[in-house]
């Protein structure tokens, strides 16, 4: 299974972020995960942004969780981040990763079965 990102590079203040992760080398539909954000600002640590499981169910970072949603497209094999109202506080690379059990405001990249190569996204006018 590997994990592709893909975006706009950059992005207006105020403006909407919309991110897709391309799942291949398996059918989402037959993989039991849980799909996860997360972020990293440059000169940063990595942030958690939130998850969604297999069967739909959505969670996320208490910080980001009135911008933010999640949400899973099967039968195009890929998971979706809408990031809305940006801010240049949102300049990132973003990555995708997937997990086997539920694991909330985790960011070690060990915790995760599969994690993708990120794509940044700049957040200016």
């Known amino acids: 299974v590997q994990l592709q990102e893909s975006g706009p590079g950059l992005v207006k203040p105020s403006q909407t972020l919309s991110l897709s992760c391309t799942v291949s080398?398996?059918?989402?539909?037959?993989?039991?995960?849980?799909w996860a954000w997360i972020r990293q600002p440059p000169g940063k640590g990595l942030e958690w942004m939130g998850v969604?499981?297999?069967?739909?169910?959505?969670y996320y970072s208490p910080s980001l969780k009135s911008r933010t949603s999640i949400a899973r497209d099967t039968s195009n094999n890929q998971v979706t981040l809408t990031l809305r109202s940006v801010t240049p506080e949102d300049t990132a690379v973003y990555y995708c990763?997937?997990?086997?059990?539920?694991?909330?405001?985790?960011?070690?990249?060990?915790?995760?079965?599969?994690w993708g190569q990120g794509t940044q996204v700049t957040v200016s006018s």
């Open positions: 990763a997937a997990s086997k059990t539920l694991i909330l405001g985790v960011t070690s990249k060990d915790a995760y079965e599969y």
């Open positions: 080398g398996a059918s989402m539909a037959t993989l039991f995960y849980y």
């Open positions: 969604i499981s297999y069967s739909g169910s959505t």
